[in-house]
């Protein structure tokens, strides 16, 4: 039996993008005899400390557990025949691991689904932030057989560094991910948002839409925030909700419009619309904006929408939130179109392909 070894950093079903990238075809990979092992570096314990804890010892520790844990990774390394590393061995400058794997002469394939060579830290971590490098990738890059990303706009960085590149999209476990009937207050309108304390700021881009929708329709519209239970919004008068794995099919489907806003900028459009794909998977309609990897997921005004500017954002939610019917009609095309194009069916066999072609 083959084996493969993937390099994350979160354990198995805590990370979006891992889910989304490689763990969601784990089942697919193993009814076709290949065993695939994950080897995470952060614990639930770890993530305490590194995501919400101010202190930097606790960081530095969560750090130094996290190398001790690569090299135990390390010993056994040569049993497998091929090793996916997503985005980086360690969030660090180190790239001695991918080095060591790779005069080991056994077959490195690298995935990322982000902009990673640009600077992107997030507040809790701002005063370590010197422990990364961004440029990394480009030192990585070269010195891997394959490498795969979540759009062409990751990959036409990748090709600057290997030739060996192919794009395959972040994907929707369908048969998960589809329309639940919940009940809803009738009158009431819930525009929704997901995410985490690192990317609420791209929430908050549009406060100013949703401060003229709360004045335009008053009790008639809810904003819901779901990831950061210690968010809050005096603005809009919200509180965030807590993030469950367990109930996220359910947590989406609470939604009648999810909305994904994004600035102009590198890191943006390295990003590969899973939000907005969600949204759709379960009958929502999306309102994202024009930016990336949305303007490929979405044809405006028929399984989402892609406003630009202030007012047209207010001239979408509203007609949306006037119109029952077109939500549905919407909300309708979009899961459409991720059964079509983005469910992790149609990646199954590419990543089967793939790996297989590189396993000596």
């Given at each position: 039996?083959?084996?493969?070894?993937?390099?994350?950093?979160?354990?198995?079903?805590?990370?979006?993008?891992?889910?989304?990238?490689?763990?969601?075809?784990?089942?697919?990979?193993?009814?076709?005899?290949?065993?695939?092992?994950?080897?995470?570096?952060?614990?639930?314990?770890?993530?305490?400390?590194?995501?919400?804890?101010?202190?930097?010892?606790?960081?530095?520790?969560?750090?130094?557990?996290?190398?001790?844990?690569?090299?135990?990774?390390?010993?056994?390394?040569?049993?497998?025949?091929?090793?996916?590393?997503?985005?980086?061995?360690?969030?660090?400058?180190?790239?001695?691991?991918?080095?060591?794997?790779?005069?080991?002469?056994?077959?490195?394939?690298?995935?990322?689904?982000?902009?990673?060579?640009?600077?992107?830290?997030?507040?809790?971590?701002?005063?370590?932030?010197?422990?990364?490098?961004?440029?990394?990738?480009?030192?990585?890059?070269?010195?891997?057989?394959?490498?795969?990303?979540?759009?062409?706009?990751?990959?036409?960085?990748?090709?600057?560094?290997?030739?060996?590149?192919?794009?395959?999209?972040?994907?929707?476990?369908?048969?998960?991910?589809?329309?639940?009937?919940?009940?809803?207050?009738?009158?009431?309108?819930?525009?929704?948002?997901?995410?985490?304390?690192?990317?609420?700021?791209?929430?908050?881009?549009?406060?100013?839409?949703?401060?003229?929708?709360?004045?335009?329709?008053?009790?008639?519209?809810?904003?819901?925030?779901?990831?950061?239970?210690?968010?809050?919004?005096?603005?809009?008068?919200?509180?965030?909700?807590?993030?469950?794995?367990?109930?996220?099919?359910?947590?989406?489907?609470?939604?009648?419009?999810?909305?994904?806003?994004?600035?102009?900028?590198?890191?943006?459009?390295?990003?590969?619309?899973?939000?907005?794909?969600?949204?759709?998977?379960?009958?929502?309609?999306?309102?994202?904006?024009?930016?990336?990897?949305?303007?490929?997921?979405?044809?405006h005004g028929v399984n989402g929408f892609l406003p630009v500017g202030h007012q047209q954002w207010v001239d979408v939610l509203s007609n949306l939130i006037e119109n029952d019917k077109l939500?549905?009609?919407?909300?309708?095309?979009?899961?459409?179109?991720?059964?079509?194009?983005?469910?992790?069916?149609?990646?199954?066999?590419?990543?089967?392909?793939?790996?297989?072609?590189?396993?000596?």
């Open positions: 039996m083959k084996k493969i070894l993937f390099l994350a950093h979160h354990r198995l079903d805590r990370s979006p993008g891992q889910r989304y990238r490689f763990e969601q075809v784990f089942e697919y990979l193993e009814s076709k005899g290949i065993s695939c092992h994950l080897a995470n570096i952060i614990s639930e314990h770890d993530e305490k400390a590194l995501y919400l804890s101010q202190s930097i010892f606790k960081k530095i520790i969560v750090g130094l557990k996290s190398y001790k844990r690569r090299f135990f990774h390390l010993i056994g390394v040569k049993s497998y025949d091929l090793i996916v590393i997503y985005r980086e061995a360690l969030p660090t400058r180190s790239t001695y691991f991918e080095k060591y794997i790779a005069k080991k002469k056994i077959p490195i394939l690298f995935d990322f689904d982000d902009a990673i060579w640009v600077k992107d830290v997030s507040s809790v971590n701002q005063k370590i932030s010197w422990f990364k490098d961004e440029k990394k990738i480009e030192k990585l890059l070269p010195i891997c057989d394959h490498i795969t990303c979540g759009n062409s706009y990751l990959a036409d960085f990748a090709k600057k560094f290997n030739s060996n590149v192919s794009i395959i999209h972040s994907t929707v476990d369908t048969d998960l991910y589809k329309p639940i009937k919940i009940k809803k207050p009738n009158d009431i309108v819930r525009i929704g948002w997901v995410g985490s304390h690192t990317t609420i700021k791209h929430f908050e881009l549009i406060t100013n839409v949703f401060l003229e929708l709360k004045k335009k329709y008053k009790k008639k519209v809810k904003f819901v925030v779901i990831g950061d239970e210690n968010y809050e919004n005096k603005k809009l008068k919200l509180k965030g909700k807590k993030w469950h794995n367990k109930k996220e099919v359910a947590l989406f489907n609470s939604f009648d419009i999810g909305v994904m806003p994004l600035p102009n900028d590198e890191w943006t459009k390295g990003k590969c619309g899973m939000k907005g794909l969600l949204y759709m998977s379960v009958g929502i309609p999306a309102v994202m904006s024009n930016i990336g990897m949305n303007k490929e997921i979405i044809n939500r549905r009609e919407i909300g309708k095309n979009g899961r459409k179109t991720v059964v079509e194009k983005y469910s992790k069916k149609t990646v199954e066999k590419i990543y089967y392909d793939l790996y297989t072609s590189l396993m000596k």
